[in-house]
């Protein structure tokens, strides 16, 4: 009776901070509750926390793992595994009109059992801030309505006007004057099962904290398996576009890698343009770089940096197939009749920028070995390897077996 009289004054202290900001109000429920608070979303990813030690700062939450059901099953003891600390405690669900918007966690360096006043505390506050989480949902998915059908029209080149554009970003605190570049990324095998949609709804979280915490506005719409992200220029940056855009992809993919290991995330780069009627390019750019570098196995392939690729990219297949086998049948027949893999030594060789040294440390040969070895290929291709000429035709030829997976 003693605990319950408490409710009043609880219920009192949190409307009251219900009215402030997550961050206050979670702040608050640790002040109640003398423990470390931790709220995350419905992907585990952590909104807001608030510990009591200055030292402990969570970045990103690697795990969370259920230890244990508490008697009332709103209540289960949890591991919480953070990019610096490991936390325990008894964490229960937020949830809005049956729908899970969350998870609030009290944790603490030792687990004790959950206080009727602490549960109580926790009850109370998934309830305010599922409606504080909600709210924030439907504004977000208000704002939808209207930047979704503006960015489909300016990614797909749907709008001429530059100061309609201009105009029309401001809206959103967009600012399309400067420099802008799109990036895609994609799930790779993506079907449209739940499950695949939810991944892309992370994606697209994900991509939106990345650049929220590198204090980029979050342009990014997510259609289909994609999920594409205009950056713009920031005039305090001192780092280019070009080098902000690769680093924002790599964190991204790292991050996707992390959580979603048996899945392949994988993002496109286009190129950088002054005029917003042009983000269109930018992004068309963005999706042939990705498939180029699906199929060369580049990790974050930039547009601009696709040379040959680009053209052979368009070319006409049954072309490229002739090709190859011009430029490198003879030795492709050879290994196939002698059981030999004078095409792997050609390939390694033309890989490693046709170095005699480098490629017979990549391939465990010595420097010999490797020079008997090209002069056979020589007189098996009945031509000259040292030729530019040749040496361009071999690269090339090697690009179209794999983009073309001969």
Same mark, same amino acid.
């Given at each position: ?201 992370? &994606? $697209?979280? @994900? ?5 929220? #915490?590198?204090?980029? /506005?979050? =342009?990014?719409? !997510?259609?289909?398996? *994609? ?67 699906? &199929? $060369?196995? @580049? ?5 601009? #940096?696709?040379?040959? /690729?680009? =053209?052979?990219? !368009?070319?006409?297949? *049954? ?88």
């Amino acid at each position: 009776m003693e605990q319950s009289a408490c409710i009043p004054e609880i219920a009192t202290e949190l409307t009251k901070a219900s009215h402030q900001n997550l961050t206050y109000f979670i702040q608050k429920v640790s002040d109640l509750s003398g423990k470390d608070v931790i709220l995350t979303n419905n992907h585990n990813q952590l909104i807001t926390s608030a510990l009591k030690d200055p030292n402990h700062i969570i970045g990103s939450i690697m795990a969370i793992q259920q230890l244990e059901q508490h008697k009332d099953p709103s209540f289960s003891l949890y591991e919480l595994i953070t990019d610096s600390y490991v936390y325990r405690g008894w964490g229960t669900v937020v949830a809005y009109d049956n729908k899970i918007l969350g998870y609030l966690y009290l944790v603490d360096s030792e687990v004790a059992k959950l206080e009727v006043q602490n549960q109580t505390l926790m009850s109370l506050a998934s309830l305010l801030i599922a409606s504080k989480l909600q709210m924030k949902l439907e504004i977000r998915q208000e704002k939808l309505k209207f930047k979704e059908p503006f960015l489909f029209d300016l990614l797909y080149g749907n709008l001429k006007q530059k100061d309609d554009i201009l105009e029309h970003a401001k809206v959103w605190n967009w600012d399309f004057s400067l420099q802008q570049s799109v990036l895609v990324f994609t799930l790779k095998d993506f079907n449209h099962y739940a499950t695949d949609k939810k991944l892309l709804n992370k &994606l $697209l979280y @994900i991509v939106e904290r990345t650049v929220v #915490e590198r204090r980029w /506005e979050p =342009i990014a719409m !997510k259609r289909g398996n *994609q999920v594409s992200l205009i950056l713009t220029t920031k005039k305090e940056e001192q780092k280019s576009l070009k080098d902000c855009s690769r680093k924002i992809a790599e964190i991204v993919l790292k991050e996707m890698h992390r959580q979603e290991p048996e899945r392949f995330f994988s993002c496109g780069i286009g190129k950088t343009y002054n005029d917003p009627r042009d983000l269109f390019r930018s992004f068309q750019e963005a999706k042939v770089a990705l498939e180029i570098g699906e &199929l $060369l196995d @580049i990790q974050v392939p930039y547009f601009e #940096e696709l040379g040959l /690729e680009r =053209i052979l990219y !368009k070319h006409d297949t *049954q072309d490229l197939k002739e090709y190859y086998e011009t430029i490198l049948g003879k030795m492709i027949n050879y290994d196939s009749i002698h059981n030999t893999d004078f095409a792997e030594t050609l390939e390694a060789y033309a890989n490693n920028q046709f170095d005699m040294i480098t490629t017979a440390q990549a391939l465990f040969l010595h420097k010999n070995t490797l020079r008997y070895r090209l002069k056979k290929i020589e007189d098996i291709l009945e031509y000259k390897l040292d030729d530019i000429n040749n040496r361009l035709n071999v690269t090339a030829a090697f690009k179209i077996k794999k983009m073309r997976k001969i």
